[in-house]
């Protein structure tokens, strides 16, 4: 199945050699370009793309505000964002506006076409060094783990609650549990359904609202 990719970034050259690059891809249609956030919001309307690849810093409506408007207005529609670095504020701002993925610029190649197709999918993506960035900065920061994350969570669900939000994979998570992906994936949904939350990143959201830290005693081996 074809995915129709929409490509916004404010600099040509960088928007025009993304664009060249996936469009080699058979899975993946690039359907527009948009240099501003704003732009990006009237073809999001016009095209429908299945994702879109958002810039964070931009004129005239930056990524998170354009990410915002376009899953209210058309919530079939996938946003990976983009950022020059991996900062709490971008990321957590990209998340609370709807985003389903969230990639550093330097990251690899084959990282943005992994997201792509992970979030066209129905899934989500989160680039590794983000999310263990923002983990860290609230670790730096003091912060402690608010009690509230942990009502009604057993201390399975608060491990892996706290994996996910470290950015790892249900099969990268199973494998450091030693246990299967399909059991992972249960707990992942009991998590959501005693949060009230049906993304993976919206748990990322939440545990970075409410001070999820790499410090955080979770203890292992617990059925």
Request: hydrophobic content about 45%.
């Amino acid at each position: 199945m074809t995915t129709k990719l929409l490509i916004v970034d404010d600099h040509a050259l960088l928007r025009e050699a993304v664009a060249f690059w996936l469009s080699q891809d058979e899975e993946i249609k690039v359907v527009g370009k948009a240099e501003n956030g704003r732009l990006a919001v009237d073809l999001a309307r016009h095209l429908h793309p299945d994702v879109v690849l958002m810039d964070m810093i931009m004129p005239h409506m930056d990524g998170a505000a354009a990410t915002s408007v376009i899953t209210h207005e058309l919530p079939g529609i996938k946003v990976i964002i983009l950022s020059d670095v991996a900062s709490s504020r971008h990321m957590s701002d990209a998340l609370t506006a709807g985003a389903s993925g969230f990639l550093l610029k330097s990251c690899e190649p084959k990282e943005v076409l992994r997201a792509i197709h992970d979030v066209a999918s129905g899934g989500s993506y989160l680039t590794p060094a983000a999310s263990t960035a923002v983990l860290n900065c609230c670790l730096h920061k003091g912060e402690t783990t608010s009690p509230t994350w942990r009502n009604g969570l057993t201390s399975r669900q608060r491990q892996i609650l706290h994996l996910i939000a470290e950015g790892r994979s249900i099969k990268q998570i199973g494998r450091q549990l030693a246990l299967s992906p399909k059991t992972i994936d249960w707990h992942r949904s009991q998590i959501m359904k005693r949060l009230g939350i049906d993304t993976t990143a919206g748990l990322v959201r939440y545990a970075i609202v409410e001070g999820l830290t790499v410090g955080d005693p979770v203890p292992m081996g617990i059925a």
